[in-house]
Every structure is written in C-alpha cells, then in structure tokens.
C-alpha cells in the first residue's frame, strides 16, 4: 500500500436488531470498524463487504453508508465509489474519513428517516470520543527491510509487530537510516538540496515542491524509497495526535549511548543494570517535578519565549463571524532567506495555523507567537499544549520502579532441562567494544594508497599487483616465515657452597642472556659477578 495514498477510514455501527433465521431476534451493540484504505484502489462494494463479515451480518439484512458534507452541512449517503472518492477528498487534508454505517432490513423502505439520530452518533475509531485532530492515524502494517534482518526473522519480525501494534499507532522511518541507504545506490546534488527539506516539510505543497525536482531528476530514485521504505518519513504525514514531529530514531540511539558500559554484560545482568538505571532515572525526575512551578516545563517556555524575539512579521487582527473577543484570527506575513514571499492564518480559538507546525508539535509556531506577543494580556503558556505541562510531568515520574534482592536471594524454579552458555571462540587481540561509525556520524576510516599501484589497501612494500608501467618497481618478495626456536631451561650444578643457575638458549643468545649466565647468586641471597 502506498503511504501517499493511504488514509483510515473509521466506521461507526449503529446498534441494531438482528435477525435471524430461524425467527429469532438478537440485540447487537454498537462497534467502531477502524480501517486503512488505499485511496486509488477502494470501492464501495468491497468496503461493504469487509464491515459485513466484520459485523457477521445477517441475509436479511442490508447497509447504508454516510457521511457528514461539510459543504452542504448535511448527511449525505454514499451510494456509488464516485461518492466515496468525493467524501475521501473532502477530509484528505486530516486522511481520515468518519461514516456511520447503519443496518437496515432489506423490506425497509428506500427514506432515510433517522438522520437526527445519525448527526448525534460519534463516529470515532478504537471507541474514542476525542476530536479528529487528537486521534491517531492507523497506517499499513509495519515491514521490515529485508536488507537489514535475516529472511526467517523478517518474517516472524512483521507478524508479531503488526499483532501488538495493531491499535491505530503510527509507523515511522528514521530518515537517518533511510538516507545511509539510500546514498547507497543514489547521490546527487538535487537529493543533497532536497532531501531533507522534503522530509522536515509539514505542508504537503513544499512537500511536492521537493519531491517533484528529485522525480524529475531521478524517478528511479524515488520508485526505490517508495518501494523500500513504505512508512511515514515526512512531517506533512505525520498525526496531529502524537505531538511530536521527530524524523530521527535520535531516542533509541541514545538508550544505546547510555547502556554503552554495560553491552557486554550476559542478559540477566544487563535486564538488571537496566532495571537499576531506570530507578535511579524515575528518582531523579521525581525530585526535580517536585521542584518545579507554574503550568509549563521551564525549558519549553524558555524556548518559546527566546523565539518571540525579533520577529520581522508583518501581521493583521480578524475574529470569526458571530464570535466572542477572545476568538481571534490572525494574518502573518514576510519573506524568507531568498526573498520568497509566504503568507499563513492563525486561529488561536482552534490553536491552528496553516504551515501545520502548532498542529503536530503541540507548540505555537512562529506565526502564532507573532499575534500572541502582539496582543496586551495573551500569554504563551495558555496556548502551549497539556503535553508539555507541569501537571503531565510529575504524573509521568509520579511511579517509582522497586529495588530488588542479588540473584543469590531470588525464588528457585526447575525448568526440566539444564541451559548451556553457547561455543565461542574468543578472536585474537582485544574485544571491541566501540561500533564503527559512518562517515555521516564524523567516522573516520584510515585507508592505505600503493604508491606502485595507486590502489587502495596495501602498501609498496608488500604490493603483489601487476602493473602495466615497464618502469615500475618489481613485486615485493613473498615475506619469509619467521623461525622462532624453543627456549630451554638448563640447571648448571655448583659446588656446595656457592650454588649457581645458568638459563641456555638453544638458538644464539641474546647479549641479555649472555649478561644473565654470569650472574651467580649465594646462598645469602647477595648477587655477584
């Protein structure tokens, strides 16, 4: 499924009274449908079809789909996949439909009579009531590249993961990894300027804007990301549920800087140094979240407050039609570093903007501090998502993790059979315990040039190549084995009075040998020559 054109689709079924055939009658509740649906190839039949085996629906019975037209303000049915196309554009901007789904008798007459009804139906998905904007996007389930894991782990990798996170969680690349491998196969100049612009955009059109000039550079290049990185690796994408617009796997890489010290330990010891530097993390926060104040984490509003300073915007006052004083519109305009004129709407009722900055990071954008700094009595903190409050904080540090008695002191279990620690063989020299780093991480690999073959990875010396050049040096000689001899220990016996010991070399003694065969020593322990 192509993330571009996938969108979830969260169908509420009304409660209703089945039938059955034997003259029956069974009470069915209702039930929320979560789905995800490729926009270019769904229809309705087969959207009918999947809440029918879903709902294990009844052959006396029959669905009516609608949904809310923003246009008309009204309920409009879905009857056709011309409809379903247009209702699934009408919300693409969020990529998530809501529709009612409602179980009629096939005898019950063609009139929609329950329309008030409907219109108070939440149509949410996983049964919650928040709003659009706080629910999560559900995306295709996750793939693992089969360049990365062996094809047995692959496999079994992409059936439990998809099994436990199959709640509506987002499925993320980390751009990072995505770029290593991409450079792999692609490099470029117009990938260097537009890569990671493309990936930082939270608007789809400066999305596209990238997009289309590395497409039309490269179109292989950007069928090879489709087809190997299949997940969300764009802000535009991203949900407005999570809070958080990370395009880097920066939070995994640092739990591994943090246990660096402690890889090498076996597993049981490692689970336990873990379980100890978690303690001693939550004790930590804990005491901090008792010292702080206010409604915002310190650093946050810190943030915000050094960003608010010298904004050369130009703005402008609106409020909404019918609307209180305190429901205020904004319009923020200015130029960019290339003289690129933009222009955006803030609503800080809704606390929106159109670059979508506020919408996914929780934070006021720059365009939104630009009309609260502007007006006398607005603060920051009051627009600043709950996610970054103090209250959030000592709730999250509120638990503690429980110390725990040695290994010695643990209950005893048989398990029935006898576990053996694994064959290694221990490789020459010291154990690395240090992971090469790319060259993007500031790595650096020392490479050896032939100055005979201009090749890389050996010296002169022992250069073995064929060269073309009549002028050049001769191949090196094939290096000798070195001959080593064996060490022979010889006691020389001595008169009684003045024992001696005398170390023989059966190969040419060295002049430390030949020193170390004069030395005698005496019976009071004094050497002498």
Not at 371 to 382: A, V
Not at 392 to 400: E, L, N, Q, T
Not at 494 to 510: D, L, M, V
């Amino acid at each position: 499924m192509d993330p571009n054109s996938s969108y979830r689709l969260a169908a509420r079924v009304g409660a209703y009274v089945k039938f059955n055939d034997d003259g029956g009658r069974e009470y069915c509740e209702a039930c929320n449908i979560p789905k995800v649906l490729d926009r270019d190839s769904t229809n309705l039949n087969d959207l009918l079809l999947d809440i029918s085996a879903e709902i294990k629906l009844g052959s006396k019975h029959k669905l009516r789909v609608t949904y809310w037209d923003k246009m008309s303000r009204t309920y409009e049915e879905i009857t056709s996949d011309q409809k379903l196309l247009h209702a699934t554009d009408m919300y693409w901007e969020s990529r998530r439909l809501s529709v009612q789904v409602r179980v009629l008798r096939k005898d019950d007459p063609e009139v929609m009579h329950d329309v008030g009804r409907l219109e108070s139906m939440p149509c949410v998905l996983q049964g919650s009531t928040d709003s659009p904007a706080n629910q999560i996007i559900a995306q295709p389930p996750l793939e693992i590249d089969s360049s990365l894991v062996e094809p047995s782990i692959q496999k079994r990798f992409r059936g439990e993961v998809t099994q436990v996170f199959n709640n509506g969680v987002e499925h993320r690349e980390c751009m990072r990894h995505l770029v290593a491998n991409f450079q792999k196969s692609f490099r470029g100049e117009v990938f260097e300027k537009h890569l990671w612009p493309a990936c930082r955009s939270f608007q789809k059109h400066r999305f596209e804007e990238h997009y289309n000039l590395m497409y039309e550079a490269c179109p292989q290049a950007m069928k090879w990301i489709h087809e190997n990185h299949k997940h969300l690796w764009t802000r535009h994408l991203f949900s407005e549920a999570s809070k958080c617009d990370y395009v880097t796997n920066n939070i995994a890489e640092t739990f591994n800087s943090w246990i660096r010290n402690e890889k090498s330990l076996n597993v049981v010891d490692l689970m336990d140094r873990i379980r100890q530097l978690c303690m001693e993390k939550m004790f930590l926060r804990r005491k901090i979240a008792r010292k702080l104040e206010g409604k915002i984490l310190p650093n946050v509003m810190k943030d915000l407050n050094a960003r608010s300073r010298g904004l050369k915007y130009i703005w402008r006052y609106s409020h909404k039609d019918g609307g209180s004083n305190a429901e205020m519109l904004g319009e923020v305009e200015g130029v960019t570093r290339d003289l690129v004129h933009w222009r955006h709407t803030v609503d800080l009722q809704e606390r929106t903007c159109t670059c979508r900055r506020w919408q996914v990071t929780g934070l006021p954008c720059t365009h939104a501090l630009c009309i609260i700094t502007s007006i006398r009595g607005y603060n920051i903190e009051d627009y600043v998502h709950d996610y970054y409050s103090v209250a959030k904080f000592k709730k999250a540090y509120g638990k503690s993790v429980k110390p725990m008695t040695d290994r010695k002191q643990w209950p005893q279990v048989d398990s029935g059979f006898k576990l053996w620690p694994p064959i290694l063989k221990r490789a020459a020299g010291r154990p690395r315990k240090r992971r090469f780093k790319s060259a993007a991480e500031g790595g650096t690999k020392k490479t050896t040039k032939c100055s005979r073959c201009n090749q890389l990875g050996h010296m002169a010396k022992t250069c073995n190549e064929y060269v073309y050049d009549s002028d050049a040096p001769p191949p090196a000689p094939p290096k000798p084995k070195r001959k080593r001899g064996k060490k022979n220990v010889t006691v020389v016996p001595s008169s009684a009075s003045t024992p001696s010991r005398a170390i023989t070399n059966a190969s040419t003694t060295s002049p430390v040998t030949r020193r170390c065969n004069q030395i005698h020593i005496s019976k009071s322990g004094i050497a002498y020559f």
